[in-house]
């Protein structure tokens, strides 16, 4: 039987900023960045040393966001967004309205 495990991603209330995460025994670092002309908030992972894993992702609420991601460094585990929207606004993940998450299988 899997486990899945939710670990919430805090997104800092900035329009381009960098968050370190742990997965696996590796550290990556993930950049959120608000694109304010389009609406949209995009991410990418970067290794420890910030060299892109993948960039440029848009981020949609309860889809895989690394789905299409080449890089097996990520395998074991989604990164996603879990809200009752439809599309995710420049203070949703600060005012709860959204969270973002990286679900890993146990």
Not at 56 to 68: A, D, I, Q, T
């Amino acid at each position: 039987m899997e486990v899945y495990k939710r670990t919430k991603i805090e997104v800092p209330d900035y329009n381009d900023s960098f968050v370190k995460f742990t997965t696996g025994g590796k550290q990556y670092q993930l950049r959120f960045t608000w694109n304010d002309t389009e609406q949209r908030w995009m991410f990418g992972v970067y290794n420890a040393i910030r060299e892109p894993i993948m960039q440029g992702v848009k981020v949609v609420p309860h889809f895989p966001l690394n789905l299409f991601c080449g890089s097996g460094e990520l395998y074991g585990g989604i990164f996603a967004v879990f809200t009752d929207l439809d599309t995710i606004g420049r203070q949703d993940f600060n005012n709860g309205n959204a969270t973002f998450a990286y679900v890993a299988v146990e």
